[in-house]
């Protein structure tokens, strides 16, 4: 495998693809194929899959090695180590074990490029481009999740992706040394990883930037997308961190000049929908008040429903004073939070405390503890949308500048 090309290069180059068109397929099956591996073996059945794969990739490196006479201490040691890091990755994604199995799809589709890009690549340049094709691949991957139910997208899955198809190739040029690739970087091969290395960005950029605001702009320009104005789940959404003393710490979608504006102008109406809705019918609530139809209702809504919820939760079979208190702490702080940014808006849902209430609750909560605000907890607060954009020109432009340098060694 590593001491020639394959035989046909559309063949390897069909491989890649039919690859990624695996991966791909198995995204709107992935949650009913997790639900029946759970049922019929444990979760956990999944992370011990990519233990297992990888120590038989192991053993077969190795082997392959002895068979060409050219194993030796060095290169044992970077396999070994190699499959320790994926092993001790893996391993770290044990509460949601599926997760790991990123490595076995990224990893395949690494050797996979690398095959296929030693038709016209034969220097260490090969080992970034292949590595640049799987983290390519896998934004679109997390781009397709996103538009499918029950999918979610993720920059640390984009990450996993990435690492997964890097990691490989670690393998193969400190383990497996293939004889077929030798020397420095050539032009051609820095220029082909700057060509790839821009269209992930490109397309990581047009990910960063699909917030609530454009995807209501592109919904409402083409009908045929409105099932993502159902979402809940965001690809990415930038706000406001906001630090109050005597309250703590929250997030919100608003500057605290919009929140006030909005809270005076739409008041009396978010006040009303929100007195007509019950705790039984939170989850149909923010599935039709989401993000991108009415980020202002949502984010009220679901600090209602955290108060509400810990405030109730505080008389169910207490578990000690101190189990109490935290959970009035929580339920005291959340109204504070409305009462100081939404205060129309609770009036008029009739949601408000009466001030026995509050006063009680003031005594009973810890004062001097920390709080911040599971709401909105992932919204990005500090870097907004012009610093992706501001980082993402930076990056083209320096991958530009790379390509044109290389392109004139060539001509010399």
Known sequence: MFERSPAREWVSWLLVAAWSLVIFATIPLARAIQRSVREAFGEQVFLYLVLVTTLAALLVALRYLRGLGSI?????????????????????????????????????????AFRALTHRLRDPGIYLAAALIGGTVGILDEAIQWLTPERIWGLRDIW?????????????????????????????????????????????????????????????????????????????????????????????????????????????????????????????FIARYTPISDPFLHEVRVHLFRRDRYLTAAGWKPEGEHWVRRHLTVGYRENRILESFFPNTLRHSGGELTPERRANLAQQQYPEEPYESKVSQNLLTRIGERHVVAGAGATLLALLGIHVAAGRRMRR
């Open 160 to 284: 996993l992706n990435f690492f997964a198809a890097s990691l490989i190739q670690v393998g193969i040029a400190a383990g497996i040394r293939p004889p077929l690739i030798a020397g420095t970087p050539t032009p051609r091969s820095i220029r082909l990883s700057c060509r790839i290395a821009a269209l992930a960005t490109l397309l990581l950029l047009a990910s960063l930037l699909n917030t609530p605001l454009r995807i209501a702009w592109y919904v409402e320009r083409i009908p045929a997308l409105g099932f993502l104005l159902e979402r809940s789940d965001m690809m990415l959404e930038y706000g406001n961190l906001y630090e109050v003393p005597g309250i703590g710490s929250f997030r919100s979608r608003f500057s605290p000049a919009e929140l006030e504006r909005i809270d005076a102008e739409r008041g009396v109406e978010a006040g009303r929908i929100l007195a007509g809705s019950s705790e039984a019918d939170y989850e149909s």
């Open 72 to 112: 030796s201490l060095v290169r044992t040691a970077w396999l070994v180590g190699v499959a320790a890091v994926c092993a001790g990755y893996a391993f770290s994604l044990r509460r949601a074990p599926s997760e790991a199995v990123h490595f076995l799809q990224y990893g395949v589709l690494g050797l996979l």
